[in-house]
């Protein structure tokens, strides 16, 4: 199933663009969606703390996504 | 109480505030009658300061620990070249000062902390928040959270920005998200770079900054809808933005009591944790001297091609990401002196060669290019 992501922030330097189609496997939870991102993209696994809004709602990890939706991934910044 | 009043120069001054039908002379008195707290007077603040003092905030509070530096100029637009080298808060309140003589301001010039928190807090009616590393943010939001008063949120990182109004009480008292709601624990450290590390786009804490001050402005005076339970993020890149609406998260330990924000973000090792294994040092000084005498050494730079283009001392650019697939450049049977801009990333560089590949002969550039740009060089550029 493909879910379009959004990336703001470091995560974008870390995909290396700022909107992707990914491709996810069940059980669809965001769960699999971080899993998938931690294999794909190692620098995220180290980040560990990234929180997801999916169609422009945060989500926690026992959300289960479906087909096409928007994930938008919010990395901590710190800057001032 | 008396009704606060206002004289001919401030009716004149806020007029173009007195004539929006919604905003009137109501909101101007309370924005007169507010008490606003603003941590960090940088590229947040500045713009923040500026426009919170010409709205007419009756009585603003600064803290800042820090001193105008050159590079502060590019972004931080409350400060001239006469205020490099002083203290932030005193440039600020200067500046403000000649920018509206209505407002009463008062400076902090100290670094907000668990012990001073509350103590500098209490008696604001809202704080923004334009700090610059996540444990002040924590302690800011935490602080907020127990002292019941709102948090004006917003962040920076290179072209990418994030605002919300933290723990807003509404009319039927029900209390908004906070920060931990948005993220309950903070990244590793050293992961997500601060502006000083990762850059930052000069006009972005202009934007960003701006709409802050909008939020403040309209959580004091009660008017239109502030950013309550969402976060906006904005690619100024992209020009991409969204709205996200977020929620409290019902699983989180509610917040009694600061606590330590370093240790909290993995800054300060936990007290039984071992300290770094150190490493072989030279010092700028020594450096020179090898130089001078023509003595054979190798010099390694592990910093990136783009800070290379700052400011560079000849050594070979290797940059840390690629020490070890480079490592057949690196020398095993001299001395090798591997530098970076202040020390850091060359004592990783070490203990990563030193443990993965067995190298005897590193030696790190102590201070890095910094140093040598204070004690050898002055003609160098530092960032």
Redesign the interface.
């Known amino acids: 199933m493909n879910v379009r992501l ?1 990336a ?3 995560a ?1 330097d870390i995909i290396g663009s ?1 909107k992707t189609v990914v491709e996810i496997d069940p059980p669809y939870k965001l769960t699999q969606f971080r899993e998938y991102l931690f294999l794909n993209y190692p620098e995220f696994k ?4 990234i ?1 997801f ?1 999916v169609d ?3 989500q ?1 990890d026992s959300y289960v996504l479906s087909e096409n939706q928007e994930v ?1 991934i ?7 | 109480m008396a009704q606060t009043t206002f004289s001919k120069e401030e009716l004149e001054r806020y007029s173009r505030h007195l004539i929006i039908p919604e905003f009137n002379i109501e909101g101007q008195r309370k924005l007169k009658e507010a008490r606003v707290l603003v941590v960090g007077s940088g590229g947040l603040g500045s713009p923040l300061l500026l426009y919170l003092t010409a709205a007419g905030v009756g009585h603003i509070g600064i803290v800042d620990f820090d001193v105008v530096d050159e590079s502060n100029l590019q972004r931080q637009v409350l400060f001239g070249v006469e205020n490099v080298g002083m203290p932030k808060v005193d440039a600020a309140k200067k500046r403000l000062e000649s920018l509206n003589p209505h407002v009463e301001f008062e400076t902090y010039n100290t670094m907000l902390t668990s012990d001073n928190a509350l103590e500098i807090m209490k008696g604001y009616d809202l704080v923004a928040d334009g700090t610059d590393n996540f444990p002040t943010r924590y302690l800011v939001n935490d602080a907020c959270v127990i002292l019941g008063i709102p948090n004006v949120y917003a962040s920076i990182f290179r072209f990418d920005g994030q605002v919300s109004v933290f723990n807003y009480t509404d009319k039927e008292g029900v209390v908004g998200p906070n920060y931990r709601d948005l993220f309950p624990e903070p990244p590793p450290p050293g992961l997500v770079p601060s502006c000083a590390e990762g850059g930052v786009i000069g006009v972005l804490p202009g934007i960003i900054g701006s709409l802050q001050a909008n939020e403040v402005i309209k959580v004091i005076t009660g008017i239109g809808n502030p950013l309550v339970g969402r976060l906006f993020v904005f690619d100024a890149l992209n020009f991409d933005t969204r709205t996200l609406n977020l929620n409290k998260n019902k699983n989180l330990k509610p917040i009694t009591e600061l606590i330590d924000y370093q240790q909290f973000c993995g800054i300060k090792p936990a007290e039984e944790k071992q300290e770094e294994v150190p490493v072989k040092e030279v010092s700028v000084q020594e450096l020179h001297q090898l130089i001078s005498d023509g003595e054979q050494y190798q010099l390694i730079d592990v910093r990136e091609p783009y800070e290379y283009e700052i400011s560079q001392i000849n050594g070979e650019l290797i940059p840390l990401s690629s020490v070890l697939e480079k490592a057949n450049l690196i020398s095993k049977d001299k001395k090798v002196i591997i530098h970076c801009r202040s020390g850091k990333r060359s004592a990783d560089a070490i203990r990563l060669l030193q443990d993965t590949l067995g190298y005897n002969n590193l030696y790190n550039l102590k201070g890095g290019i910094l140093a040598y740009a204070k004690e050898i060089d002055q003609s160098l550029a530092t960032y």
């Open positions: 959004i703001f922030g470091i974008k700022n180290k980040l560990q703390k929180s809004a422009q709602d945060y926690l938008v919010i990395p901590p910044v710190s800057g001032g």
